[in-house]
């Protein structure tokens, strides 16, 4: 099965700095990639999704961008970070007709 | 588009009694649906899906759900409840792949009393 590495685990930045999360996946070849924010009370949101390399799309307008350099990594990031950024960031991975595996997932604390 | 309605924000149980978990989706074809389960500061960990056949599945942890098309339904349920049980717990349609991917609900949080 597939296996998702995301880090770091916690991170606090002050406002108006950058941003850089990191997920890979083991297990699995050109997989779907998702990143997904949860905020308290509110469950998951899809923030973006990947089918391939170079291939985002964006569910949510908003201050955060991704990138997928390599079949296997994708990356959430931000020029400048705002304190509506704060939650919790889970990467998901997802070939057709499976379910989704999910990494441990980021706290971020933006302050 | 897709949705998922948990209507239930909080449950409290009591150890040893059963439990449901309510989830109604809306989706445009036959569903894929999910249960997943999440501890405080963790990942999401599958607890059982439903994709076709048998609308009873079974999953771990002794969980089971039933998919009711009828009633675009597919509640959670566990005949008694530990306290390891305590967690978040989401309900999710699609899972098809691309733009398809998994749609959320709210999730339910489930409170054990001794």
């Known amino acids: 099965s597939q296996t998702i590495h995301q880090w770091p685990a916690t991170l606090v930045q002050p406002v108006g700095s950058p941003l850089s999360l990191e997920c890979t996946v083991e297990g699995t070849s050109n997989p779907n990639l998702y990143w997904y924010r949860q905020a308290a009370g509110r469950g998951l949101q899809l923030l973006f999704y990947?089918?391939?390399?170079?291939?985002i799309s964006s569910e949510v307008p908003q201050n955060l961008s991704a990138s997928r350099p390599q079949d296997r990594q994708f990356i959430l990031s931000s020029k400048k970070l705002l304190l509506s950024d704060s939650g919790f960031y889970l990467c998901?991975?997802?070939?057709?007709?499976?379910?989704?595996?999910f990494g441990q997932g980021t706290r971020l604390t933006v302050v | 588009a897709q949705s998922v309605t948990q209507p239930d924000i909080h449950i409290t149980v009591s150890e040893g009694a059963s439990l449901e978990l309510r989830c109604n989706y809306s989706?445009?074809?036959?569903?894929?649906l999910f249960w997943y389960v999440q501890s405080p500061g963790q990942g999401l960990q599958l607890l059982l899906k439903?994709?076709?056949?048998?609308?009873l599945v079974q999953g771990i942890k002794g969980f089971e759900a039933e998919f009711k098309r009828s009633q675009s339904s597919f509640n959670l349920r566990k005949p008694s409840v530990h306290w390891s049980d305590a967690a978040e717990y989401f309900c999710?349609?699609?899972?098809?792949?691309?733009?398809?991917?998994?749609?959320f609900g709210k999730g339910t949080h489930l409170i054990i009393q001794p």
């Open positions: 990947s089918v391939g390399i170079g291939q």
């Open positions: 439903y994709f076709s056949g048998d609308t």
């Open positions: 989706y445009g074809a036959t569903p894929y």
């Open positions: 999710a349609v699609g899972g098809r792949g691309g733009a398809d991917g998994l749609t």
């Open positions: 998901a991975s997802c070939m057709l007709d499976t379910e989704a595996f």
